[in-house]
């Protein structure tokens, strides 16, 4: 996927969407930004594709390629909301999955091990170092109510 938003951003728009490397461009973009769905083909798109690929692209490819290199196989389905201390919401979908990202999560105690069919390589050797009140702690404020007086 690298090769491929490198060679597509050797060429200029005007290039591709003359070319049948169009149908590159559209292919390429549908599987780093829209999980493989399938997008628009009219010029516009096409131009609105490759301004995204070219600011983003590589990042997304490289994310990508990690993902084919991971350890870990979720259990999950779909996508799973995740509120994180300091990430704010977000949802993770278990195909892009990085192990990077199970780790931090594991060690949060956000996700479990018994959500994952397989777990990252790195986790089994590696004891977890963060220990979640700590994390938490420096985010929460307790606020105690004064007791009112019976009357």
Do not use: W
């Amino acid at each position: 996927m690298v090769e491929t938003v490198k060679y597509l951003l050797s060429k200029s728009v005007e290039d591709i969407i003359a070319s049948t490397d169009s149908l590159k461009l559209i292919g390429c973009y549908s599987k780093l930004y829209l999980n493989g769905a399938q997008c628009g083909f009219c010029a516009n798109s096409q131009r609105n594709y490759y301004s995204e690929i070219s600011k983003t692209g590589l990042k997304m490819a490289e994310k990508l390629e990690a993902v084919k290199t991971r350890t870990c196989k979720p259990a999950f389905i779909g996508l799973r909301l995740v509120i994180h201390p300091k990430n704010g919401h977000y949802h993770i979908n278990p195909e892009t999955l990085t192990d990077e990202q199970a780790m931090e999560l594991l060690k949060l105690h956000i996700l479990k091990e018994d959500q994952f069919e397989k777990l990252p390589d790195s986790y089994l050797t590696e004891v977890c170092k963060i220990e979640p009140k700590e994390y938490y702690a420096a985010e929460i404020e307790i606020k105690k109510k004064a007791r009112k007086p019976k009357q």
